[in-house]
């Protein structure tokens, strides 16, 4: 409520000249068109607000209105961006729009999640990290956890060497209690050979572990965008443009249409950086 009143008071002094009190419609119509806060895409994409930021409720006459929503979702994609076609556009707004299912987004369900590109101290050196948050149920509400972790300087210590592909333990190594495990690990940048051929690191648990042992320290955010795939048959980005004009704020930035269930595995999987 607090953002709510902060937007209609700058509202009224953009809209107030001291001369004569005009009202400029203009810098209204502007100001209410941007999406200020994510929170603010979830009430107009589900239509739960009005055009100044004043809250719909349950039981009130334009809650969730069908036409209100088409209105707000008309604005609520990145003009700039070539690849998602009307056709593609128009699709999805008629899905969302369905009377007998409507798409709805909601805060506190799964299915969406936020990338946060992060800089962070290693060694000595600033290293690019990316964080996968999410939402997970607290006592008092919820909270934002970490879900996953991306960063090329952990990828790099468990790449296969590839040029001595010969390097194994014996099959009898047990013969020798191992002891073939200090020769094995003397090279470093193999090491990831002696582990099974289903093993996927775990960059979370290398990253809490940095963390502890002080050899990470964060140090800013660079950028930050959210994923969503709650919307049955589509997924979409969302991320904030700060550019003039009034296609500006937080926009849907990309759409991809699923056609199934194995096809949204898949793209979860690129989202996270799994199969690039």
Not at 80 to 88: A, I, K, S, V, Y
Not at 248 to 272: H, P, Q
Request: charged residues 25%; hydrophobic residues 35%.
């Amino acid at each position: 409520m607090y953002k709510a009143l902060s937007v209609f008071i700058l509202g009224l002094s953009l809209a107030v000249s001291t001369e004569g009190q005009i009202v400029h419609e203009t810098d209204e119509t502007k100001l209410y068109a941007q999406t200020k806060q994510v929170n603010q895409f979830f009430r107009r994409f589900n239509g739960e607000e009005d055009e100044k930021g004043d809250r719909y409720y349950e039981g009130d006459k334009q809650f969730r209105n069908v036409k209100l929503r088409k209105k707000y979702l008309e604005i609520l994609f990145d003009a700039g961006n070539g690849g998602m076609t009307p056709e593609l556009k128009t699709e999805f707004v008629k899905n969302v729009l369905d009377k007998s299912n409507p798409g709805l987004l909601d805060f506190h369900k799964p299915d969406w999640f936020c990338e946060v590109h992060a800089t962070f101290n290693f060694k000595g050196k600033h290293i690019p990290i990316i964080l996968f948050m999410e939402l997970e149920d607290a006592q008092l509400g919820s909270k934002w956890v970490i879900r996953k972790v991306n960063a090329k300087t952990f990828e790099d210590g468990f790449k296969r060497d590839t040029i001595h592909v010969g390097k194994f333990l014996h099959p009898l190594s047990h013969e020798l209690d191992f002891m073939n495990l200090r020769k094995a690990l003397l090279n470093t940048d193999s090491v990831s050979q002696f582990a099974n051929r289903k093993f996927v690191p775990d960059y979370l648990t290398l990253f809490l572990y940095e963390i502890y042992t002080g050899n990470l320290k964060f140090e800013t955010v660079e950028d930050l965008k959210f994923h969503f795939f709650q919307i049955s048959g589509w997924y979409f980005e969302l991320s904030q443009f700060n550019r003039p004009g009034y296609n500006t704020g937080w926009l849907i930035s990309s759409l991809v249409k699923l056609n199934n269930e194995a096809d949204k595995t898949v793209f979860r999987k690129y989202v996270y950086y799994e199969n690039r």
